[in-house]
């Protein structure tokens, strides 16, 4: 088939695309930049914004499947960042593909579209969006908008979409949650927030792909996973901290031991929030935010029977077998 990868060079796209084309389907990429990996793999690269409708409309040309992986990732910025790429940015590729005779149409979005200001135990794929004012995060917020645009845009057997939620993505090539990790481990920053009990879904890269590949499978006339959204995890949920620290000491590091409560870490997050917004600092993230005081200290994992049942999603790489493969860290 004749696949478009939006973000072909990132984290999860660069894998999706080996894989697509290890298929033998005919791959092109769409991304802000270009990348050398991509060329010896023989991928056709279009640079492009997706906020260009004109771009983006060459890009789908001639495709019959979207793979829309790309997004901007933050956890501190200016809303209208977000928004011109997450959301509107989606919305121009949905409008563009369906002109263009794209039949399916898959979307990577985030657990984090349905996360506020509570635990997520066990929590369905049918779990509500919080009221949109409620949102800590505006990358979550902007990724809520962009998932129901999407889900919206389903047409059975013309135009059918799917959204796909992998949580907290690690493996080879991870340029995000584990060097960050790391970084503030050295660094001596890393405090455990809250009892440190908390449970958390994560995915392996492999297995985020392959979810993927399953949704281009089933994604077919009167399927069962059409205009649905899907939580992707391991096979169990893993205690954040216990991870943390099992990926410190893979790279031979001191566990994180030192703890900050989570009302501490919380008003700490509002403080430094409000100290960056007033002094017009966007370019970097504050040491904490409102959002991350939560991801570190409240549960969110989720049910994944319909992802099993209905996508045709198991895990092809376990839990135990899924530091094997972390790269190599300065």
């Known amino acids: 088939m004749k696949i478009l990868v939006t973000g072909g060079g990132g984290f999860l796209g660069s894998h999706l695309v080996k894989a ?19 060329d010896h793999l023989g991928i056709k690269q279009l640079r492009g914004d997706l906020q260009d409708p004109v771009a983006v409309i060459k890009a789908c040309r001639g495709q019959e499947v979207v793979f829309h992986t790309a997004s901007k990732v933050a956890m501190w910025g200016k809303w209208d960042n977000f928004y011109q790429t997450n959301t509107l940015g989606t919305k121009n590729l949905l409008k563009a593909a369906r002109e263009q005779g794209v039949t399916r149409f898959i979307y990577t979005s985030t657990p984090s579209v349905v996360f506020s200001d509570r635990d997520l135990i066990n929590a369905p794929n049918s779990t509500p969006y919080p009221e949109l004012d409620s949102y800590k995060s505006l990358y979550a917020k902007s990724k809520a908008l962009a998932e129901k645009e999407v889900l919206a845009s389903h047409q059975n057997g013309e135009f059918m ?26 660094s001596g920053r890393l405090r455990i927030v809250g009892d440190g009990q908390n449970q958390v879904d994560v995915i392996h890269v492999k297995n985020a792909v392959h979810a993927h590949l399953c949704a281009l499978e ?33 790279y031979k590091l001191e566990p994180v031991t030192k703890k900050i409560s989570f009302t501490k870490a919380y008003r700490l997050g509002a403080v430094l929030e409000g100290l960056y917004r007033g002094l017009h600092i966007y370019k970097n993230e504050p040491p904490m935010t409102r959002f991350v005081s939560m991801q570190l200290a409240k549960s969110h994992y989720f049910d994944h029977h319909e992802s099993e049942t209905e996508l045709g999603y198991k895990p092809i790489i376990e839990l135990k077998d899924c530091f094997n493969d972390l790269d190599a860290l300065a």
């Not at 979409?161 to 949650?177: E, S």
């Not at 994604?219 to 391991?234: A, E, M, R, V």
């Not at 169990?236 to 901290?241: E, F, G, Q, R, T």
């Open 20 to 38: 697509l084309v290890k298929q033998g389907h005919t791959v092109q990429t769409m991304s802000r930049e270009l990348y050398p990996e991509l």
């Open 218 to 250: 089933r994604l077919k006339t009167d399927s069962l996973i059409g205009g649905k959204s899907y939580f992707l995890g391991q096979e169990k949920p893993v205690i954040l901290w216990n991870f943390i620290n099992q990926i410190l000491a893979h």
């Open 161 to 186: 979409t799917v959204a796909l939620r992998p949580h907290l993505i690690f493996g080879p090539g991870d340029k995000n949650i584990i060097p960050r990790l790391v970084q503030r481990a050295k």
